[in-house]
């Protein structure tokens, strides 16, 4: 019964890749990974700075190269946001990320694991902003400051609302 499974999905394989069919299922998918990463981007370009009244995407402190999404299983993703602060030594490069946490944790409408990193080499202290935007424990400790809960919010409001 083995040898007849391994021979049938031989056969079956072979068929799919002489019709061309899982080169269409692979542009497919690599399609799908496009669309759910411009649909993280739409989310994540009206953020505000949190010094300025201009958004993030205005500052290139995200873009839609920052995006990148991986399918992890069937309707679950992995998506790493790579931003860059406007200056090395930006005070609030971990208050960008924490918007990016919550308005992402809240708005998107499939199962995901979140990755924020700092851009490699544009802030003096990525590392250690990119242990705490990644530790579920500092951010949850982080939201539950009223003082910095208001500034979140203030920081991720829709401008229409």
Known sequence: MGIVSYLLSFTVDRLLRISGFSENKNVLSARKMDEKALEVYD????????????TLEELDVVSEKCVQVQELGEDEYLIVIRFSPTV?????????????????????????????????????????INKQINDKERVAAAMENPTLCEMVEQCIMEPDD
């Open 43 to 54: 989310v994540i370009r009206t953020i505000r700075d949190p010094e300025k009244p201009n």
């Open 88 to 128: 090395p030594h930006c005070s609030l490069a971990t208050l960008i990320g924490l918007c990016l946490q919550v308005k992402l944790q809240r708005c998107l409408p499939f199962k995901h694991k979140l990755e924020i990193y700092i851009s490699e080499g544009t802030h003096s202290t990525e590392e250690d």
